[in-house]
């Protein structure tokens, strides 16, 4: 039998997707061109369908000039420009998405020379080769990671240079569920978008239901006939493990139902996808999954005329992406409806309006500003829609504070129906005050005016509560889901040194001595006091960097005050700083050893001040984007760059004052933007944050609520007797028996939720003793034991298991290779002095608590045998930590008490849920049996082989089963019920399966059955 990534996941996700509506086209008689993989003949078809007025001439030049597109070095953005065109001859029929030609292929070369490669699967529009999907079989332990630096790889050959540029979507899977708690995306199905670089992987996870009845065509015999002989595999046709996988819900189904139903595609290929101007170059983005389904939410929200509303997203989550995404959407959404919609992205900063121009511009908008409040009133009265003349979509970004008085529409002249305004307003944590003018005016500046808040810490106080000033939720994300799909990273809080603390307390009394009682501002600023916090925070950045063997980080320190900033930086620069006399004794001395080098590479020696009051608006923007650009070491600033500030290469945060409330959150998550292989940002704590971040958690909790065995095992097999082979078997059996042996996909998909190797490694071990077995009973002739167990079966189910294994084995030496590099880089740079910490540890948000809860209660629900001892056991020790009234306590120490307490009970909840799913599939997914079986083996005494049990008992089953479906009134009469099953009972027990019971056990058992269908129909819980 087939079992490999063609017959497991290639074959039936063409088939779900012809479901979808895409017709399968054999590339044994299509026609396309090899240096664009263009179908022509359907290219040219379907052109002329979507546009009636066009020859075919005139398709075919139209086809030569789309073609001419694919050779710029552009990342293929003037040919998307071309397809998502809507004026002119269309390419894509976007007005009415049906009216398009949907294919499916399956190995089309991609070629250029002696180059080539073959995705798996390819999407075709109107012929367009748009989307290709890339799969693997589950648990193959490097698969996904391969092909992902294959494609980079190939994606990087300017040979490919065309391929690349009509792609607009890349999906690869394994068809397994995601593991949140992976260092790499190694299981799951993941989507990008193409670079000539580095592809961004993305997770997806669907937030709307879909009607699976409606949206997908029925099956097809002669569809999937003619597929299967396509790619040879008709011998798959009734397997059961091909039927398993052409389950709608299976992973790669699911994210395909979710991408490429054809509404969803549609707006991927319109709204989804972005081309941003970056330091690096031309980068080509495609929305994130919140950012779908918050721009969808919107939508929601519009239709039902709620007119205001927050987007709640955590930092690093993207909200300038998500407005720029809006922008594009809400213009169809509105010119749909002739309204033309402008657009305002409200800040209350200038560097942020700096910032926000910064990064709609590289998107491709263009871009208006304010520079006085005389200016706002008179655009916010203009009636034209655009600054621009040559149409290009725009968006204003002002400052709150130019929304005057005047800045209003004051009569009814003023009004014009076929304009809507839309306000994003940044950050609505921050100073919006509703006793002050400036939101007041905002307010009366447009009543018809759309308003959508945009923030990751919403303010939750009674003064200001951002809901109360700008409506309920419309979409929210938050820190645990954003760090589960890597777009951002957990933090880590850092306690200084208990000797460096000593430092700080003798500068702090010679200071006192000598001056007297002055103010800790003044003292804090005193360089006796700030020489050796600088010297320790030089010190331990350097050796962060040597650690990570990564010069590239930069840090930034957070002052008391702009006086101790100022001074931080003076020392720097008179301590620390390179200067050009360095320079020019490094160029002298090129013979260096590498490792001095190396070492010096790691050096603090750039450093700038951001402070209001120091240099021009132009010179701390030029700064700024010298830090994001890698070329300033670290940072000094007091309130500036606080929040709203993004560089990536920001790993480690000194923060030497106290911030509250919602800046605290702001500022702590300036480091939690993912960068290369970082698992986590730093936050070096001199002004003990802990009671403050404790209070403000507190705050939005309450808002959200040995691998193969000892070698000897291999030996001792070649002297088995019959009898003991025939025993061995039996175990084998034994071990199997809660797992589906019949059907390896399910099999897979079992084993797949086993994360303990121990457990796996035992599996193993089993399976590869089957396949020592085998080749014994044919060394000496037992053939007729060939029949006591699907030999041949076990060996598909060794390789699964050993593939998963391998899997897990990867995932812990990722996670080991981590360390050992960290502390080989150490070893090797040859750092003799260390700072020894007082504490490090993670910063543990209030959500992750509320979610690990939902998690506990869901699986606990989940579970349908009450009854089971090991559940009730559970259930009580949620109910202790219930009745200790300590869920709600939200310091970090005990927080994270009860999150490992939670975290313990859903692991073993998990794992009796996922024993009790195993069984219940033994007996047909019959939950009855599941518990029947459950207080037998409880009880005892009857049998020690399960498999024996279950071999009676699902006997039991199947004629009870007969008799009630031929006799519905039989569940209506109990006492005969009764008479009749102890007959069953009997029977299968004694006399089929050779289990002696007496009467007792005779009872016990048939008053679980009895019981057990009763409950059922009368609708009463088991």
């Given at each position: 039998m087939k079992f490999n990534e063609d017959s497991r996941v290639k074959i039936p996700s063409i088939l779900h997707l012809t479901r979808l509506g895409y017709k399968y086209l054999s590339l044994k008689n299509a026609v396309w061109n090899e240096e664009t993989n263009i179908f022509t003949d359907v290219f040219i078809k379907s052109i002329q369908n979507i546009n009636h007025d066009l020859e075919e001439d005139e398709a075919k030049r139209l086809l030569s000039d789309v073609s001419l597109l694919l050779d710029n070095e552009d990342l293929g953005k003037a040919f998307y420009e071309r397809i998502i065109q809507k004026t002119g001859h269309k390419i894509i029929d976007f007005d009415n998405f049906e009216n398009n030609i949907f294919n499916v292929v399956t190995e089309l070369t991609y070629k250029n020379g002696d180059e080539n490669f073959r995705p798996d699967i390819i999407l075709l529009i109107n012929g367009l080769p748009l989307v290709f999907i890339e799969v693997k079989k589950p648990n193959n332990k490097e698969g996904i990671i391969d092909e992902r630096n294959r494609i980079i790889r190939r994606f990087q050959n300017k040979k490919f240079r065309r391929f690349v540029n009509i792609t607009q979507l890349m999906v690869f899977s394994n068809n397994m569920e995601y593991d949140n708690d992976d260092i790499d995306t190694v299981q799951g199905v993941f989507y990008a978008s193409p670079s000539y670089h580095k592809p961004v992987f993305n997770y997806f996870r669907e937030e709307e239901t879909f009607?699976?009845?409606?949206?997908?065509?029925?099956?097809?015999?002669?569809?999937?006939?003619?597929?299967?002989?396509?790619n040879n595999l008709v011998i798959i046709k009734h397997s059961p493990e091909f039927l398993t996988n052409k389950n709608p819900n299976s992973p790669t189904n699911r994210v395909s139902t979710s991408l490429f139903s054809k509404d969803r595609l549609s707006f991927v290929l319109q709204y989804a996808i972005a081309y941003v101007n970056e330091s690096t170059g031309l980068q080509k983005h495609i929305m994130r999954y919140p950012q779908l389904f918050a721009t969808k939410a919107i939508e929601n929200k519009l239709n039902e005329d709620t007119r205001k509303g927050i987007i709640w997203h955590?930092?690093?989550?993207?909200?300038?992406?998500?407005?720029?995404?809006?922008?594009?959407?809400?213009?169809?959404?509105?010119?749909?409806?002739?309204?033309?919609?402008?657009?305002?992205?409200?800040?209350?900063?200038?560097?942020?309006?700096?910032?926000?121009?910064?990064?709609?511009?590289?998107?491709?908008?263009?871009v208006h500003t304010v520079n006085s409040r005389d200016e706002f009133v008179k655009d916010i009265k203009s009636k034209a829609a655009l600054h621009n003349e040559r149409g290009n979509a725009e968006i204003t970004v002002v400052n709150i504070q130019k929304f005057s008085e005047d800045a209003q529409i004051v009569t009814e002249q003023d009004y014009d129906i076929n304009i809507q305004r839309i306000y994003f307003l940044d950050e609505v944590h921050r100073s919006y005050n509703p006793k002050g003018s400036f939101l007041a005016n905002l307010e009366q500046s447009d009543k018809n005016a759309i308003k959508i808040g945009l923030t990751g810490t919403p303010l939750l106080g009674n003064d200001y509560?951002?809901?109360?000033?700008?409506?309920d939720y419309i979409h929210k994300y938050y820190y645990n889901a954003s760090i589960a799909d890597g777009y951002t990273l957990k933090l880590i809080r850092e306690e200084i040194a208990s000797n460096y603390k000593m430092v700080l307390e003798n500068a702090l009394k010679e200071i006192e001595v000598l001056q007297g009682d002055?103010?800790?501002?003044?003292?804090?600023?005193?360089?006796?006091?700030?020489?050796?916090?600088?010297?320790?925070?030089?010190?331990?950045?350097?050796?962060?960097?040597?650690?990570?063997?990564?010069?590239?980080?930069?840090?930034?320190?957070?002052?008391?005050?702009?006086?101790?900033?100022?001074?931080l930086f003076d020392i720097f620069n008179s301590k620390y700083a390179e200067n050009e006399n360095a320079v020019l004794d490094q160029v002298a001395e090129e013979n260096e050893s590498y490792n001095i080098k190396k070492k010096d590479s790691f050096k603090l020696k750039t450093a700038t001040l951001i402070l209001h009051?120091?240099?021009?608006?132009?010179?701390?923007?030029?700064?700024?984007?010298?830090?994001?650009?890698?070329?300033?070491?670290?940072?000094?600033?007091?309130?500036?760059?606080?929040?709203?500030?993004?560089?990536?290469?920001?790993?480690?945060?000194?923060?030497?004052?106290?911030?509250?409330?919602?800046?605290?959150?702001?500022?702590?998550?300036?480091?939690?933007?993912?960068?290369?292989?970082y698992k986590y940002g730093y936050v070096v704590d001199f002004a003990d944050i802990s009671d403050e971040f404790k209070r403000t958690n507190e705050d939005y909790f309450n808002e959200l609520q040995a691998e193969n065995g000892d070698e000897l095992e291999s030996y001792k097999n070649l002297f088995l007797s019959k009898e003991e082979i025939e025993e061995e078997i039996a175990d084998i059996k034994e071990v199997l028996f809660h797992f589906d042996t019949l059907n390896a996909e399910i099999f897979s998909q079992q084993i797949s939720e086993i994360s303990d190797r121990k457990k796996m490694l035992a599996l193993v071990k089993t399976l590869g003793n089957a396949k020592s077995l085998y080749n014994l009973i044919r060394l000496f002739g037992h053939y007729e034991l060939l029949d006591k167990i699907d030999f041949k079966k076990l060996t598909v189910l060794y390789r699964e298991a050993n593939n998963h294994l391998q899997l897990l084995n990867q995932k812990e030496a990722l996670e080991n290779d981590v360390d050992t590099t960290n502390l080989l880089n150490v070893a090797l740079e040859d750092v003799i002095f260390m700072f020894n910490k007082v504490g490090e540890e993670e910063l543990v948000l209030a959500d992750q608590l509320k979610d690990t809860l939902r998690k506990?209660?869901?699986?606990?629900?989940?579970?349908?045998?009450?009854?089971?001892?090991?559940?009730?056991?559970?259930?009580?020790?949620?109910?202790?930590?219930?009745?200790?009234k300590k869920l709600n306590e939200v310091t970090q120490d005990e927080m994270k008490a009860n999150i490992g307490a939670l975290k313990e009970i859903h692991a073993k909840i998990l794992e009796l849920n996922r024993q009790n799913k195993l069984l219940q599939a033994k007996y047909n997914n019959d939950p009855k049996y599941c518990r029947i079986h459950k207080r037998i083996v409880e009880k005892g005494g009857l049998t020690q082989r399960e498999s024996q049990l279950f071999e009676a008992l699902q006997s039991v089953k199947n004629e009870a089963d007969l008799q009630v479906i031929q006799n519905s009134r039989l569940l209506q009469n109990e006492g005969y019920l009764d008479k009749m099953m102890i007959k069953l009972v009997i029977n299968q027990f004694v006399n089929q399966n050779k289990i002696k019971l007496n009467p007792e056990t005779s009872k016990f058992i048939n008053n679980l059955v009895v019981q057990e269908y009763t409950n059922e129909f009368h609708g009463r819980t088991a």
């Open positions: 009607n699976l009845d409606s949206l997908l065509l029925p099956e097809n015999d002669d569809i999937e006939n003619e597929i299967l002989k396509d955590t930092q690093g989550s993207g909200k300038t992406a998500l407005t720029y995404y809006n922008v594009k959407f809400l213009t169809d959404y509105f010119q749909k409806q002739n309204i033309i919609p402008k657009f305002y992205f409200i800040v209350d900063r200038l560097d942020l309006l700096i910032q926000s121009k910064r990064e709609f511009a590289s998107r491709g908008l263009t509560n951002s809901k109360s000033l700008f409506g002055i103010s800790k501002k003044k003292i804090f600023a005193d360089r006796r006091f700030a020489e050796p916090m600088l010297d320790y925070i030089v010190e331990d950045f350097e050796n962060f960097r040597i650690t990570y063997d990564d010069n590239s980080v930069g840090a930034m320190v957070v002052c008391d005050s702009s006086d101790q900033a100022k001074m009051d120091i240099g021009t608006k132009d010179e701390r923007k030029s700064e700024v984007e010298d830090f994001k650009d890698g070329k300033i070491d670290i940072l000094f600033v007091y309130n500036m760059l606080l929040t709203g500030f993004d560089a990536k290469r920001l790993k480690k945060l000194y923060l030497g004052r106290l911030i509250k409330k919602h800046n605290l959150l702001q500022t702590l998550t300036r480091v939690n933007r993912t960068y290369k292989d506990t209660r869901e699986e606990l629900s989940n579970n349908f045998d009450k009854k089971d001892p090991k559940f009730i056991s559970l259930y009580e020790e949620l109910e202790r930590l219930f009745k200790k």
